[in-house]
């Protein structure tokens, strides 16, 4: 039977990644949506990079754009490394770049320029990687880089209060607008939660995989999910995205 799985925020943790498909029994038959920041935490962004292009080539996929894919996508373009991402992960994932060539960096451009900023299935759930502010929905958005940085849908859903109806006047009217809503980008561990999250019809799969959590894909039509091992133990040696006061490196090359 064909599922539909959602995927958490990555952030360069490939062997997190590797565990959950064998864990929730991943098959060609599965369509996989990805939630986006793929990259930028642990050290296996470009692994994880390719990994996905060649997936692609064997199921159906679909790739949202997280706030990091888009500073490594500019960065992959222009040159652009503002200190900002390189001490938010940029820099581990500068560096899992080190030894490709300039012809597939250009080949994993090309797979950052297709992802997409949201998609809504045939059930009328929406896929965003942060959320949206407009009341008339993603595809009225002012700023488009809402899709990747906001967060007051989250929090409008978190703040909620329970005892309030779909038909009251006081419900937020972008609630309305699709039968779930499935985001990343704010990690549960905010709530001080390890698994997913779900307030009002949003569902919060980002439970903290950059930095002491794990890594999450959900069956969406059942709720059952299956979880990685926690990052930090499965990359000791490394820092993810947990914060320190060292001063990003430079970079090793430019395209």
């Not at 692994?47 to 754009?65: A, M, N, T």
């Not at 929090?155 to 937020?172: F, I, Q, R």
Request: some cysteine; hydrophobic content about 35%.
């Amino acid at each position: 039977m064909k599922r539909t799985l959602a995927i958490g925020d990555i952030h360069g943790g490939f062997k997190a990644l590797k565990q959950v498909f064998e864990k929730a029994k991943v098959t060609e038959n599965d369509r996989l949506i990805f939630l986006g920041d793929y990259v930028d935490g642990w050290s296996e962004s470009s692994q994880i990079i390719q990994f996905l292009i060649e997936l692609s080539e064997k199921q159906e996929c679909i790739f949202i754009k997280g706030n990091h894919d888009a500073w490594t996508e500019d960065w992959l373009s222009f040159e652009s490394a503002p200190d900002v991402w390189l001490f938010n992960g940029g820099q581990s994932t500068v560096d899992s770049y080190c030894d490709y060539s300039l012809e597939d960096m250009e080949i994993h451009l090309e797979f950052f320029q297709r992802m997409k900023n949201y998609y809504v299935d045939e059930e009328k759930r929406l896929f965003i990687h942060a959320g949206y502010s407009s009341m008339h929905g993603p595809e009225q958005e002012v700023y488009s880089s809402n899709y990747r940085w906001d967060r007051t849908l989250w929090e409008t859903a978190v703040a909620m209060d329970k005892k309030l109806e779909k038909n009251s006047e006081l419900y937020p009217k972008r609630l309305l607008l699709y039968k779930e809503i499935f985001i990343g980008h704010t990690p549960t561990l905010h709530l001080g939660i390890k698994e997913p999250i779900n307030k009002a019809n949003v569902w919060n799969l980002d439970t903290g995989a950059a930095f002491t959590g794990a890594l999450t894909i959900m069956n969406v039509d059942t709720k059952e999910f299956w979880q990685s091992d926690l990052l930090p133990s499965l990359y000791p040696d490394e820092k993810g995205r947990n914060k320190d006061n060292v001063r990003p490196k430079l970079l090793k090359f430019k395209i």
